[in-house]
């Protein structure tokens, strides 16, 4: 009964590699997200996608895609990877936007290492 | 925009310390705040919420209070445990920007047996 899944956990690639990393989310919600958490625990958000289109795309490489082919669903794909790319991502959801916050539930994280 | 600071850690306590853990926001009107808590390999967990002004959100023996006046959310625990070791983190959504949340710099917590 996870809420909100990851795969793989875990993802060790040579750079140049091009890879992606799926999230799903059984709550019904209608907006998912992804973080990046850098070696020193600093998170930031990368996309958000609600009712599978896209509302935020923060200063990120154009090597990142994200792609939701339904509400439940936010892949991330990577292409020609970096060793900077190396981190931990988190894939989240909440029930809808809201001005004032709304929680967001998380994803137990892919840890990304390009060697 | 809006922003929040946290301090910065880590910080080391001995089981049945009081903890605090200090974040102050800046913000354009009253958004709701959260903690999070996020234990070592795992994903961040939502740990207590307030939605306005002078709001206590509690969990878990943990505690803060929405101040408008001081623009203040601090988490405090009376007597913290071996498995309150984590990294805690203050957010607030950032405004009108279609949910993201600003996260604090996180702060690592220890505690000793």
């Known amino acids: 009964d996870t809420a909100v899944s990851q795969t793989p956990k875990y993802l060790v690639t040579q750079m140049g590699n091009d890879k992606s990393i799926k999230c799903e989310q059984n709550?019904?919600?209608?907006?998912m997200y992804w973080y990046k958490q850098d070696s020193k625990k600093f998170l930031k958000i990368m996309f958000s996608?609600?009712?599978?289109?896209?509302?935020i795309n923060e200063t990120v490489p154009n090597r990142f895609s994200p792609k939701s082919p339904d509400k439940a669903h936010l892949n991330l794909h990577i292409n020609s990877l970096e060793l900077g790319d190396s981190a931990v991502y988190f894939c989240?959801?909440?029930?809808?936007?809201?001005?004032?916050?709304?929680?967001?539930?998380f994803g137990p994280g892919t840890r990304l290492t390009v060697t | 925009g809006n922003s929040v600071t946290q301090m910065e850690g880590p910080v080391t306590l001995s089981e049945e310390a009081f903890l605090t853990i200090n974040c102050t926001y800046t913000?354009?009107?009253?958004?709701?705040l959260f903690w999070y808590v996020q234990y070592p390999g795992e994903g961040l967990q939502l740990l207590l919420k307030?939605?306005?002004?002078?709001d206590k959100g509690s969990n878990k023996g943990f505690e803060a209070t929405y101040r408008k006046e001081t623009t203040s959310f601090h988490l405090e625990k009376g007597s913290v445990q071996v498995s309150d070791s984590a990294v805690y983190f203050c957010?607030?959504?950032?405004?009108?920007?279609?949910?993201?949340?600003?996260f604090g710099q996180g702060t690592e917590l220890s505690v000793k047996p």
């Open positions: 989240a959801s909440s029930q809808n936007v809201g001005t004032l916050g709304v929680e967001q539930y």
């Open positions: 307030a939605t306005k002004a002078d």
């Open positions: 957010a607030l959504p950032a405004y009108n920007q279609g949910g993201k949340l600003i």
């Open positions: 913000a354009t009107g009253y958004p709701s």
């Open positions: 709550l019904g919600h209608d907006t």
């Open positions: 996608y609600n009712n599978k289109e896209l509302i």
